[in-house]
């Protein structure tokens, strides 16, 4: 694999950078990722384009992947950490161009429980896949989930629990909101080790997600859904 060290990003094709940046992914190689989305915009891709082929592209064999048990979470991190510096360069362009939005989600962990590697792995393969993410961290109470949701203009809800004591806080979130009525308003996906399907239904929630390439699979279809009926309307 000595040759490997040899490859020189710029002299590729586009063709062949979008695959070595697929790697490079998949491998958690971070400079190589930013170099490769500057050579791209330098090429006059939209950074847009960039976003969807190149890194998203990457992060949905990464998050196959995962599904599959082929790749383990630390790998996961990297890969995602590898995402975020080529999307901390694309930020300000996307921005700037008006680039079309995925979705806008707001995660966090439920009061009394400070768990957070899966929550910041949902968050991060959201990112991966072209969302929006707005980490809330630990222990929210659901003043913070309400105010964030209306200060970020967001469209999706995240709940994460990992203690069995933490889970019913989730029902308190969302029985909150329909009292305050804008429930309908967001997408609601719950998540973490002691739930399942039944206690997502149980409580109210559009889905339970048991891991994070099912949360990115599950908000892009209610987008989908979403701007559909948006189209329709």
Known sequence: MAD?????LADL????????MFDDL???????????VNILLGRNW?????????????????????RDGILFVPEVLLAANAMKGGM????????ETGAPRMGKMVIGTVKGDI?????????????????????LGINNAVEKYMDALVEEDADILGMSALLTTTMPYMKVVIDTMIETGVRDDYIILVGGAPLNEE???????????RDAAVA??????????????????
């Open 4 to 8: 490997e060290d040899d490859i020189i």
């Open 13 to 20: 094709d586009d063709e062949e950078l979008v695959k070595q």
């Open 26 to 36: 998949y491998d958690g190689l971070k400079e190589e990722i930013e170099e490769g």
């Open 46 to 66: 939209m950074p847009y384009r960039v976003l969807t082929e190149a890194l998203v592209g990457g992060m949905k064999i990464v998050g196959d992947d995962f």
């Open 88 to 95: 901390a360069i694309l930020k300000p362009l996307l921005a």
């Open 115 to 135: 768990h957070d590697i899966g929550k910041n792995l949902v968050g991060m393969m959201m990112e991966g896949a072209g969302f929006e993410v707005v980490d």
């Open 199 to 209: 206690f997502g239904k149980a409580i109210g929630a559009d889905a339970y997600c």
């Open 216 to 233: 990115v699979e599950t908000a892009k279809q209610f987008m989908a859904r979403k701007h559909n009926e948006l189209a329709a309307g």
